[in-house]
């Protein structure tokens, strides 16, 4: 089995001032052909999943470059289209090839490109032809167009908001598609449109008992694959919103209603699907009310990874404002601040200004005495089998609240974000975190208790507030019975 395998995404919030730029994917994740690490990269799932089978299985796996940018505005027109382009040519000199694995994210929009996605795998189906079958590996943040589906033979989306799964997901998709391509089975997609916008943990009910038994649907009855589009709420283009996609065994008909069945169960537990939000201080409130263990409250509305810029400053100005003390926080993404940080060097106590530098929606940044605790170069934090950069870092205390300040922008994914800078959440009675569920698979091991918060930011919870002029109509929230 020949296989060509690649890697191309950003998830694109087209209401974000900053742009994705090909400097933004070269400075977050770039790899060339043949230098992807030895470890698995979100994103590069059948990447990974293709060579494990090079010894078991015999495959011939040529691998073309891998690329991730931290999700953010608008990809430039040039970013996409040479590296589009960089992926195309290195197929070509690849072919003939058996079939094809792409590991991609789903809700890429570029200057003149709606659908970056749905560009590229048709561009990659014009040039293998119309037998050689194509795979794709989705986050389920996604818009799950038809441009994309007509031109993927098999798409699969990681099923766990946290996204802890890309690893099994991507080697679903490699069986999946090498069944196709030896003739064993002949997949059939049936989508149902729940015209929908909104967000779905599954760390919590009713999604997690939800996406178990699609699972356990899974090789049963003619059914490939299940996979759950949540949608990108935060992308004006029109084809957002949530989506249920099957896959059956030439079960056209079956796998129709088995989407529209699942479909409308999804729609029934709309108004339960994301935990309860809290205003900053009354999560505040109930985090200093606990006697005992730690309480981790989330700041969902400056997650880098929907595209905020990571440095707001409302929770922490509150809970300097409050005293709220043994207690942490991060990551604020503040370069000139961490670089102020180095030059001090640890131990120094100084005067330091920091958060709050891309707008009003970033509120005003804090002015205050701190002292470095701890200075690391080209830090990391892990996110299940994977590591994330977030760069230079520096640990501040200011009135009795450890701060981790890092130099590239990524929200918070494992604890290691604060250990890793010498900061023990064993000993603080509360950490604030900016993320919006990736978070919770490692915070919520030690947590007593998680909160969600509904602090001002770019990413705000209300999406009736956000101003869609693209998006296709009726959909709910904006309308209260699209359905109807």
């Known amino acids: ?8 995404g950003t998830e694109t919030n087209t209401f974000s001032p900053m742009l ?63 590296l589009r382009d960089e992926i195309l040519e290195q197929l070509k000199a690849a072919m003939p090839v058996d079939i094809v694995l792409m590991g991609l994210h789903g809700a890429m929009v570029a ?49 766990e908001f946290p996204h802890i799964d890309f690893v099994e997901r991507g080697e679903e998709l490699a069986e999946l598609i090498a069944a196709t391509a030896v003739g064993r089975v002949k997949p059939v997609a049936s ?51 949530t989506r249920v996609l099957v896959y059956t065994d030439d079960r056209k008909a079956f796998g129709d209603e088995l989407a529209a069945r699942l479909g409308r169960e999804l729609i029934g537990f709309r108004d339960e699907a994301y935990p309860p939000v809290l205003p900053i201080d009354e999560a505040l409130d109930r985090a200093v009310a606990r006697n005992q263990g730690l309480v981790v ?22 809970m300097l404002e409050r005293r709220i003390g043994e207690a942490a926080f991060g ?29 009003p929606g970033s509120g005003d940044p804090i002015d205050a005495e701190v002292t470095v605790t701890k200075l690391v ?3 990391t934090q892990t996110f299940g089998d994977a590591l994330a950069a977030v760069g230079d870092a520096a640990a501040i205390a200011v009135d009795g609240i450890a701060v981790v300040l890092i130099t590239q922008r990524q929200q918070a994914f494992g604890t290691d974000l604060f250990t890793n800078l010498g900061i023990d959440l064993a000993a603080r009675r509360i950490c604030a975190v900016k993320s919006t569920n990736h ?15 509904s602090a001002p930011g770019t990413l705000t919870l209300d999406f009736k507030s956000i101003p869609y002029t693209r998006v296709q109509r009726p959909i709910w929230p904006l309308d209260e019975n699209p359905w109807g």
């Open 1 to 8: 089995m020949r296989c060509f395998t690649a890697s191309l």
């Open 20 to 82: 994705t730029s090909r400097a933004s994917f070269e400075e977050d994740f770039y790899v060339g052909p043949g230098r992807h690490p030895d470890r698995p990269i979100l994103f590069a799932g059948p990447l990974w999943a293709a060579r494990k089978r090079i010894a078991s299985e015999g495959w011939e796996v040529v691998e073309g470059t891998c690329t991730f940018a931290q999700p953010a505005g608008i990809t430039t027109r040039d970013a996409y289209e040479t």
């Open 111 to 159: 200057d003149g490109y709606d659908d970056c996605e749905g560009d590229l795998l048709a561009r990659i189906r014009a040039i293998v032809g119309p037998k050689v079958p194509i795979g794709a590996e989705l986050d389920p943040h996604c818009h799950m167009t038809a441009k994309r589906l007509a031109a993927a033979d098999i798409i699969v989306c990681f099923k």
């Open 191 to 241: 989508v149902f449109d729940c015209r929908m916008i909104n967000l779905y943990p599954t760390t919590r009910q009713p999604m997690r008992g939800f996406v178990d038994r699609i699972q356990a649907m899974e090789g049963r009855d003619g059914v490939l694959s299940i996979s759950i589009a949540h949608g990108f709420p935060y992308a004006d283009v029109p084809e957002i919103g």
């Open 297 to 318: 409250i989330t700041d969902p509305s400056d997650n880098a990874g929907g595209g905020a810029p990571g440095d707001s400053t409302f929770v922490l100005r509150r």
């Open 331 to 359: 990551p604020i993404w503040d370069p000139i601040a961490v670089r102020m940080c180095f030059n001090a060097g640890e131990g120094t106590r100084f005067r330091l200004r920091f958060g709050g530098k891309m707008g």
């Open 377 to 379: 170069r080209d830090a």
């Open 439 to 453: 978070f919770y698979a490692s915070y919520s091991r030690m947590a007593e208790e998680v909160l969600y918060t």
